[in-house]
Nanobody, 126 residues
């Protein structure tokens, strides 16, 4: 099992920003698309965004488009999720996951993502 480690979560006020990081531990993610997912309290897991292995294709869930930006630095083995204009409904545990798919990526097939991180908590509250 390839390990991913998320970081950067925390408590932020509505309207604030956070940047989440997802790092590969002991392996290289260069050939993998990376997806970001969220599980809000009492709800199922929601796919938010993905970025392809080359970093030149991204896609977003409607609920976060225009507020969240996914990027990656393959030299550092890290993918990022920049979250701006946060809302209380963005509260949840955020996960990154890797999928050996290409040349694009999709958030419509979560089953493609087979390697997952442990999650990082984001709380948006005043």
């Amino acid at each position: 099992q390839l390990q991913l480690v998320e970081s950067g979560g925390g408590l932020v006020q509505p309207g604030g920003s956070l940047r989440l990081s997802c790092a590969a531990s002991g392996w290289t993610m260069d050939n993998y698309a990376i997806g970001w997912f969220r599980q809000a309290p009492g709800k199922g897991r929601e796919a938010l965004s993905c970025i392809n292995s080359g970093g030149d294709f991204t896609t977003y869930q409607t609920s976060v488009r225009g507020r969240f930006t996914v990027s990656r630095d393959n030299a550092k083995g890290t993918t990022y999720l920049q979250m701006n204009s946060l809302k209380t409904e963005d509260t949840g545990v955020y996960y990154c996951a890797a999928a050996l798919i290409g040349p694009f990526c999709s958030i419509d097939a979560p089953g493609d993502y087979v390697h997952w991180g442990q999650g990082t908590q984001v709380i948006v509250a005043s």
